[in-house]
């Protein structure tokens, strides 16, 4: 998942290695009054909210910061004042995918994070963001249960569809999908692709190399 992508986490108009924020599809919305400043309290404030916006950004702060409860907190609170919103479950999919990284509960996280980018799918059948998202998982995860290559590369493919083949992470997880099933000389054909994008080969062009060399032996990627 590519850095610059940053939009697994957009909840705008309903709408991927790194850490935190930065690995995401993520931007952080602004909310401002008519003093221009934001209107949405910082992370280390304490939660007297009542709108679903509001806490959904906040919950990006918490991200930004590492503190995955914290996010999957206020998360929780944006989906309950606003459960029909297919952006706020993309968010939290993603959240519980980052806590799974560091989390030695890895299994029930990638499961919860699945779960939540099943519902985002649900809402809005279109939203490429949250369909990339779950692929990467069947793509990539060290969760032998939670892979699933050919089912992933289904999903990375619509994703590029839906973005008419333009969004390069997108590319990099139908890379990552084909290395699942076995079929390398895909894996590197898409890769190179993504490469072709001068801002993903700046930002990720050494993990993408690195993914290559991967191939060339015919071992595909975990994260």
């Known amino acids: 998942m590519w850095t610059k992508a940053l939009a697994l986490i957009v909840w705008v108009a309903g709408l991927g290695v790194g850490t935190g924020c930065n690995r995401a599809d993520v931007e952080r919305p602004t909310s401002k009054g008519s003093s221009g400043q934001s209107d949405v309290p910082q992370a280390d404030e304490e939660?007297?909210?009542?709108d679903a916006?509001?806490?959904?950004?906040?919950?990006?702060?918490?991200?930004?910061?590492?503190n995955h409860a914290n996010a999957?907190?206020?998360?929780?609170?944006?989906?309950?004042?606003?459960?029909?919103?297919?952006?706020?479950?993309?968010?939290r999919g993603f959240t519980w995918h980052m806590k799974g990284i560091q989390d030695k509960d890895r299994p029930a996280c990638e499961d919860r994070a699945l779960s939540d980018y099943a519902e985002a799918i649900?809402?809005?059948?279109?939203?490429?963001?949250?369909?990339?998202?779950?692929?990467?998982?069947?793509?990539?995860?060290?969760?032998?249960?939670?892979?699933d290559g050919k089912v992933a590369v289904?999903?990375?493919t619509k994703a590029c569809e839906l973005t008419g083949w333009k969004n390069p992470g997108y590319i990099d997880t139908l890379s990552c999908a084909y290395a699942e099933i076995g079929d390398f000389e895909q894996a590197i054909r898409w890769q190179r692709k993504a490469l072709e994008d001068p801002s993903y080969q700046q930002e990720e062009g050494e993990n993408a190399r690195g993914k290559l060399t991967l191939y060339g032996r015919k071992q595909p990627?975990?994260?």
Not at 78 to 90: D, E, R
Not at 124 to 147: E, H, L, M
């Open 122 to 147: 649900r809402l809005d059948p279109k939203y490429a963001s949250a369909i990339n998202n779950r692929a990467w998982i069947r793509a990539t995860s060290k969760v032998n249960r939670c892979r």
């Open 72 to 91: 999957l907190k206020d998360y929780d609170r944006a989906i309950q004042l606003q459960p029909t919103h297919a952006a706020f479950w993309n968010a």
């Open 154 to 156: 289904e999903e990375a």
């Open 53 to 66: 916006d509001a806490y959904a950004k906040r919950a990006y702060d918490w991200l930004c910061k590492d």
């Open 221 to 223: 990627f975990r994260e």
């Open 47 to 50: 939660p007297t909210l009542k």
